[in-house]
């Protein structure tokens, strides 16, 4: 980011390279729309060659860019619910996940099932809770940077993690559930 | 440690920033605490099963961020130093301004009061001297003051005085004239690059700000409308991001700067430059205007969004 700010494109390019894969997921998981996902991702990174002034050092350069994209998520959930837009949750948007073994299809299907489930599990969190649990699980920010970054205490940050943790273990518990009674 | 305060420690622990003595002491109430150990494997294995596999960037998404660095590093309109004042950080040039500034000063200072009215009855006595000297016929210098013209003239001595004096007290005047904009009908310059850059974009914004209305495009499109001189244009987009809480802020205080009607915009020669700042700061973390991309725009800054968000 230094050398970034010292001019250098070709630093951004290595910026761009060494985030975009983590904002892409992180926006996708955020505003459920691959589309959307894909604006919020460019949008960032537009706004972090523009503000790379503002950009200080005290925080991370992740957590920085992870306040950037989440705030345009925000953004696009807030338009979204203006327009009652479509989004990932109706049937058709969803993307499988990427584990397919192709030698055992039963299996294959049945992971590619968990995996939506899990999925949809993540993106029915509160809005509170999902963006915490994604700022720590997918942008891996500390939760000190996350209260920080959302302008929260610690603890409430935390906590919302702890409430999203809990929700999804209930979900996990009730899935297991399921797919015992599919096996049998 | 008590269970409390392992309750407390949990996620630090879950998520290894706890440090290393605090996380021990856990470990050690874990063994022997088969509640909080139940809790914490719960947990554990949560984070573990909702782990999300990582998707791979689209292509078209990874095209567009890999052009970045040629289109977002563009200077904006809003940063685009106009030519003059470009100009004027060349060293001649600077020292041009500085002659310039030393002479009219000189100039200002022979015709205040302090100079040419009675408070330099040497200098009038000196002069009146020369004159009186000089020879019928002789050749007569150029006039150089209020006094020396109205001499020139034959003005009695009170009213060459009385010009000199109004001259001294508006000592801006010659800088104000300076100053003038050129008249709307000069020569229009080229469009800088930037400038020319925002007129490409337009169609595309208009097209987007149709298709989808979207905020950030009626920002940029408003940002470059205010910057080419399309006042009309610019301010029916910042009134419409009035309603945007991202956007209101930065969109006021555009409008204001914005000149109230077509003449206005005229005397002031077509282009404005807002600047960045005054186009909205970045939010906390982000945000400014900037010139879009190829596909997409930056908007200018995103303010903190904390309310929670209801769909």
């Known amino acids: ?184 | 440690m008590i269970c409390a305060d392992v309750d407390a420690n949990m996620l630090a622990r879950l998520y290894d920033e706890l440090p290393a003595s605090e996380a021990a002491a856990f470990d050690g109430h874990l063994a022997s605490c088969e509640t909080c150990a139940k809790a914490f494997t719960g947990l554990s294995e949560t984070r573990k099963r909702f782990q999300l596999p990582a998707r791979e960037v689209p292509a078209a998404l990874a095209q567009a961020l890999a052009a970045l660095p040629e289109t977002a590093l563009e200077p904006s309109p809003a940063t685009v130093r106009p030519l003059w004042l470009r100009a004027l950080s060349h060293p001649l040039a600077i020292a041009a301004s500085v002659a310039l500034v030393v002479g009219s000063t000189v100039n200002l200072l022979r015709v205040s009061p302090l100079f040419t009215g009675e408070n330099r009855p040497s200098i009038r006595a000196e002069r009146a001297q020369e004159a009186s000297a000089r020879p019928q016929g002789a050749f007569e210098p150029q006039a150089e003051s209020p006094d020396e013209t109205a001499r020139a003239k034959g003005e009695p001595e009170e009213a060459s005085a009385a010009r000199a004096r109004q001259l001294a007290e508006s000592p801006a005047q010659p800088q104000r004239e300076l100053a003038t904009p050129k008249p709307a009908s000069a020569p229009p310059q080229a469009p800088s690059k930037a400038e020319q850059t925002c007129r490409d974009q337009l169609a595309s914004l208009e097209g987007e700000i149709r298709r989808s209305g979207s905020v950030s495009a009626k920002r940029t499109a408003a940002d470059c409308y205010a910057s080419i001189g399309q006042f009309d244009r610019a301010k029916t987009l910042y009134t419409e991001l009035l309603a945007s809480p991202e956007h209101q802020s930065a969109a006021s205080e555009a409008l204001h700067r914005l000149p109230e009607t077509r003449a206005d915009a005229a005397a002031g020669s077509g282009a404005t430059t807002l600047s960045k700042k005054s186009m909205g700061g970045a939010a906390r973390a982000a945000p400014a205007p900037a010139t879009a991309p190829a596909a997409k725009s930056a908007p200018a800054e995103a303010k903190e969004s904390k309310a929670p968000v209801g769909y």
């Open chain 1, 1 to 184: 980011m230094r050398e970034y700010q010292q001019g250098s494109k070709a630093a951004f390019r290595e910026l761009v390279a060494r985030h975009q894969r983590g904002l892409y997921n992180f926006a996708l998981r955020f505003v459920r729309d691959g589309a959307a996902a894909e604006d919020v991702t460019q949008d960032a990174f537009v706004r972090i060659a523009k503000n790379f002034q503002e950009y200080s050092h005290q925080a991370r350069f992740t957590t920085w860019a992870y306040t950037i994209t989440r705030n345009l998520c925000i953004d696009q959930l807030r338009k979204r619910s203006h327009r009652n837009h479509t989004s990932i949750d109706e049937p058709g948007h969803a993307e499988a996940p990427d584990a397919s073994p192709r030698a055992h299809p039963e299996r294959a299907a049945q992971a590619e099932l968990t995996g939506r489930r899990i999925e949809e599990a993540v993106q029915a969190l509160p809005v509170e809770q999902r963006e915490v649990f994604l700022l720590r699980e997918v942008a891996g920010v500390p939760f000190k940077e996350i209260a920080e970054s959302l302008g929260i205490p610690e603890n409430t940050v935390k906590s919302r993690m702890r409430y999203a943790l809990e929700r999804l273990q209930k979900d996990l518990q009730e899935l297991a559930e399921l797919a015992g009674e599919e096996s049998r």
